[in-house]
């Protein structure tokens, strides 16, 4: 089955600690995302990636960081300095980072950090 | 800068009753909209991409319709079941890029 995955479903970490968030998928697809949703504020960017070994910032990219060392993959990490982490992390991608395709989202992680 | 917004914010109706979800949007000049449906918890599911060239979309029980001139697009769901019930969201992107303006959402309660 094609499509995207990310792990873990659920997060828990204490305040202060670095966090990595998986993204996978097997859509062969050149574009990758990361989108941050939080109850009433809708879902914003935080990076984005148009092909392997590159990536920009969105939105809000203040508090994380990202890889892109293979086609498939699309890491976030959490660190430390963001200060409000907790919150519903999608992982989203298309055949090209250009607006005539279909975004595709994976499953989604809950971070709670206490 | 570009702003989505979708009106309500939650709808409540009887099953088997057609409805209508709205989104409207600032800037006419889009190159696609995308309507996407979330169950709690959950991802977002992708329903139905309309390119700028388009006027509608449909996928069974669904049809989206498009209007750039007035800002508008309008999902329309037949014959609503219980299990329509979720949160439906619309999106735009940003200039010629992949990244998606969304809009915050309604969340559709279909009563048995």
């Known amino acids: 089955d094609g499509g995207i995955t990310q792990s873990p479903k659920y997060l828990f970490r204490k305040e202060g600690q670095n966090v990595t968030l998986s993204c996978e998928q097997n859509?062969?697809?050149?574009?990758m995302y990361w989108y941050r949703q939080d109850p009433g504020q809708g879902l914003r960017l935080i990076y984005y990636?148009?092909?392997?070994?590159?990536?920009q910032k969105g939105d809000i990219a203040e508090g994380y960081s990202v890889s892109r060392e293979k086609k498939e993959s699309f890491p976030l990490t959490v660190t430390s300095a963001q200060k409000n982490p907790t919150a519903f992390y999608l992982c989203?991608?298309?055949?090209?980072?250009?607006?005539?395709?279909?975004?595709?989202f994976g499953p989604g992680t809950r971070l709670t950090v206490t | 800068k570009q702003e989505v917004t979708q009106i309500p914010a939650a709808l409540s109706v009887p099953e088997g009753e057609n409805l209508v979800l709205n989104c409207s949007f600032t800037?006419?000049?889009?190159?696609?909209l995308q309507w996407f449906r979330q169950d709690p918890g959950k991802g977002l599911t992708s329903l139905l991409l309309?390119?700028?060239?388009?006027r509608e979309q449909t996928s069974g029980r669904l049809n989206a319709s498009l209007d750039k001139s007035s800002g508008r697009s309008t999902l329309y769901i037949a014959a609503s079941q219980p299990g329509d019930s979720a949160t439906y969201l619309c999106?735009?992107?940003?200039?010629?890029?992949?990244?998606?303006?969304f809009g915050q959402g309604t969340t559709l309660q279909v009563k048995p």
């Open positions: 999106a735009v992107p940003r200039s010629n890029t992949g990244k998606l303006i």
């Open positions: 859509l062969n697809h050149d574009a």
């Open positions: 990636s148009q092909i392997v070994n590159d990536f």
């Open positions: 309309i390119q700028s060239s388009q």
């Open positions: 800037d006419s000049a889009i190159y696609n």
């Open positions: 989203a991608s298309s055949i090209q980072g250009r607006s005539l395709y279909e975004q595709y």
